[in-house]
Structure formats: C-alpha cells, structure tokens
C-alpha cells in the first residue's frame, strides 16, 4: 500500500532520495550529489512556495517525494511542484500509481487542473509527463534555466 506521510523538515532519507537520482540533480541543482544546505534551502521554498512536502511510503519504505501546493505563484493554480521516486525503485510503476493517487486527492479537493514546470532538458520527465496527459503551454526562463510549464485539466469524479 502506497501512502503519504509528511516531512517535519530535511533528513538524512530525502537526502539519499535525492542523491540516488544524479542526473536530475544535475539538471535542477547543477550538481550530481545534494548536502543538507540543499534540503534546506528546499524547504526555505517550501515555506516562501506555501507547499507541502510528503514522503512516498510502499509499506515501511520509502521510495520517494511528492511535494505540492494549493496556488501555484505564478497563476495561483494547484501545483505539483516534486515527485520524485528513489533511484532504486524506479521502473516499477510508483510514479505513475503515486501521481494518479494525488490527482484523485485533487478533483477531492475540487481543482480542475494540476499545473507543472519541466526543467527543458528533463526529456524523460517531459515524456513521461505528456503521457499522462500533461499539455504544454509556456516556455520560461526561470533562475538561468529554461522551463517548460505544463498542465492538465482534471475530469470529475
């Protein structure tokens, strides 16, 4: 069973998540391996963003982060700001089960669309995104990187 459990703060757990993904790490932080300088200047956003911040839990493991907001900054829109599975459980299908379990938890909350941003060189993110159904629908450039903003419109339940 896949749940939620929230994160008080940055942990040695999120650290090795994060560490175990070195090519996204390079595309969004510039760098192979994260520190707890990272983690906190995370959740200095996470804070200023006015998101929340999950652990993945399969049972007693955790296999990832998921992190998200209500009204994203830049068109007040629900946001899915992180979802990022560990290294080692990838390519089993938790991405796609832990992003359709938040899409439900947001039609509950009556959004009718969840908003995203794409690092432009993330192509196997961008893909993976588009195949559940995300459309682009801007281009920006954002801290010197260039992004691409996506979204979907979210059906009843």
Do not use: C
């Amino acid at each position: 069973m896949i749940t939620f459990v929230k994160s008080d703060g940055p942990s040695d757990v999120e650290k090795d998540i994060f560490n175990t993904n070195p090519a996204y790490n390079v595309i969004a932080f510039d760098k192979e391996k994260l520190d707890e300088s990272d983690l906190m200047q995370q959740y200095r956003e996470v804070e200023a963003f006015n998101t929340e911040r999950y652990f993945i839990k399969k049972n007693d493991s955790t296999i990832g982060i998921i992190e998200y907001g209500m009204e994203s900054p830049r068109s007040g829109k629900p946001w899915l700001s992180l979802l990022l599975i560990d290294g080692r459980d990838q390519g089993r299908g938790y991405a796609k089960k832990v992003f359709a379990m938040y899409e439900n938890m947001m039609k509950e909350k009556n959004a009718d669309i969840i908003q995203i941003a794409v690092h432009a060189e993330n192509t196997h993110g961008l893909r993976f995104w588009r195949s559940l159904g995300f459309e682009i629908y801007d281009e920006r450039v954002y801290e010197g990187k260039q992004y691409y903003s996506l979204d979907k419109k979210l059906a009843g339940l």
